[in-house]
């Protein structure tokens, strides 16, 4: 069993940064491919990133890409996003998720472990 936080959301500028942290609890985090979402009011949730369980491999979707970096420290069993540039369109809410098997990266239903959400609010 996985249990997973997600903090630092906020509210900020368009152009500005927020990092997300994302504190799992469990022995076993180092195994696991670590995933962020997001959900904006009145659409389906989507694929962020995502990174594999040492840090080897990571993946984008193509409109945070080059703007936003995952990132883990498998000492403190955590999973960060740093979000910069951000947009208005980048408001939603963000989960963190974790899944046991490193494939399908960006197939949110192959997740095992999510957290709460934490809301990220971009304004003009």
């Known amino acids: 069993q996985v249990t997973l936080v997600e903090s630092g959301g906020g509210l900020v500028q368009a152009g500005g940064s927020l990092r997300l942290s994302c504190a799992a609890s469990g022995r076993t985090f180092s195994s696991y491919t670590m995933g962020w979402f997001r959900q904006a009011p009145g659409k389906e949730r989507e694929f962020v990133a995502a990174i594999m369980s040492s840090g080897e491999k990571t993946s984008y979707r193509d409109s945070v890409n080059g703007r936003f970096t995952i990132s883990r420290d498998n000492a403190k069993n955590t999973v960060y996003l740093q979000m910069n540039s951000l947009k208005l369109e980048d408001t939603a809410v963000y989960y963190c998720?974790?899944?046991?098997?490193?494939?399908?990266?960006?197939?949110?239903?192959?997740?095992?472990?999510w957290g709460q959400g934490t809301q990220v609010t971009v304004s003009s």
């Open positions: 998720a974790a899944k046991a098997r490193p494939t399908n990266l960006r197939l949110l239903t192959t997740y095992d472990y």
